[in-house]
């Protein structure tokens, strides 16, 4: 074994490229508090990756189905203050620009178009969101592809604050 403290990690144990193994090496030993900390994070963090992807999956759902359901107050609750959203031929800047421009969608009593998540990824720290997939037409045939970036309130809730999406290529 390499020169080390007693208790104590070594360089070239921290090396260790499997991670299954690794993992075996640091339970055999007894480790001081920090260690153990730093071990439990590390093993931690695909949980709360995963937790987070979910939470904007969830947000994304429910910011569509509040479209489904023609719940323009609850649809709009969701825009952050400084949203942009890609329009066809115009980018709207701001909540109460896309409130304006939106609202014309509001005003048939079917939705019409209807769009789902199929990719939702987040970044390290957790605090943005990135969500994409599939808009479908009132008869479900896919015309285009939802893209948006979600970001992460202190209270725990998303905003969304860029969208936009592209048509299907004929």
Not at 55 to 62: H, W
Not at 100 to 115: D, G, I, L, N, Q
Request: glycine share 8%; net charge negative.
């Amino acid at each position: 074994e390499a020169d080390c403290f007693p208790n104590s990690f070594c360089v070239c144990q921290l090396m260790i490229a499997d991670r299954a193994c690794f993992v075996q090496h640091l339970l055999m030993k007894p480790l001081p508090a920090l260690s153990m900390s730093l071990l439990f994070l590390v093993l931690a963090l695909p949980v709360f990756a995963a937790d987070r992807t979910e939470e904007v999956r969830a947000t994304e759902v429910a910011f569509a189905r509040a479209f489904a359901d023609r719940d323009a107050k609850k649809f709009f609750s969701y825009l952050a203050a400084d949203a942009q959203f890609l329009g066809h031929l115009k980018t709207m800047h701001g909540k109460q620009e896309v409130i304006t421009s939106w609202s014309e969608f509001f005003k048939p009593a079917v939705a019409p178009f209807r769009w789902q998540p199929e990719r939702v990824v987040i970044n390290a720290a957790g605090g943005l969101g990135f969500s994409s997939g599939p808009v479908f037409d009132e008869a479900g045939v896919q015309i285009g592809t939802f893209t948006s970036t979600w970001t992460r309130q202190s209270d725990g809730s998303g905003k969304i604050l860029f969208d936009g999406g592209s048509a299907c290529p004929t």
